[in-house]
Structure formats: structure tokens, C-alpha cells
């Protein structure tokens, strides 16, 4: 009863890397975006900033590269922390079957 099994130990570990990890990813998100508004407010061909993203009412342009980054950064750190939440959630079921 005192001691944690490897696995519970395995889970644990995992999980706090994982939910920070993705805790990091969503502050680097927001700078992400916040680099973002100081963008172009129109488009510009020569440069290829012709994607618009939605600033808040705004409108600024980016780069088909820039508009991919931003969505990447908006998607992985939601998928990393939700897997963290699955392993805390597994983690808390076999504490509570020990306890038993």
C-alpha cells in the first residue's frame, strides 16, 4: 500500500511531462500570435502574404508557411495535453483499484 508500483510510477511521470508540454506549447501559441498582430493589414502578392487571419476584427495577412505554423501550434499542444489527461485519468484507476 506505501509503495507505487513501476507502473503507477510510469503513468505519473508521463503525465506531468506530457501535461507540461503541452502547457508550454499553449504559451507558445499565444506568443505565437501575438507576434501576429503586427502582420500586414492587407495583402501583398509579391511577399505571399495573401492568407487572412482573423486578429480580434481584424484582419492581417499571412504566408500559406506562418497560417500552417499557427494551426500546428493551435492543434499538438490540445492532442499532448489530452493524452496527459487520459494517463492521469488511468493513473488515478489503478491507484483507486490499489486502494481497494
Known sequence: ???????????????????????????????LWCEYLTFPTSPNRASGTIYPLNMHGTAVYLTFQQQLRLRQWDFWPWVILEIGAVLFALHKWIYELRKK
Not at 503507477?8 to 511531462?17: D, F, K
Open 1 to 31: 500500500m506505501g509503495r507505487r508500483s513501476i507502473v503507477e510510477r510510469v503513468l505519473w511521470y508521463s503525465m506531468a511531462t506530457l501535461c507540461t508540454l503541452g502547457t508550454l506549447g499553449f504559451i507558445r501559441a499565444v506568443a
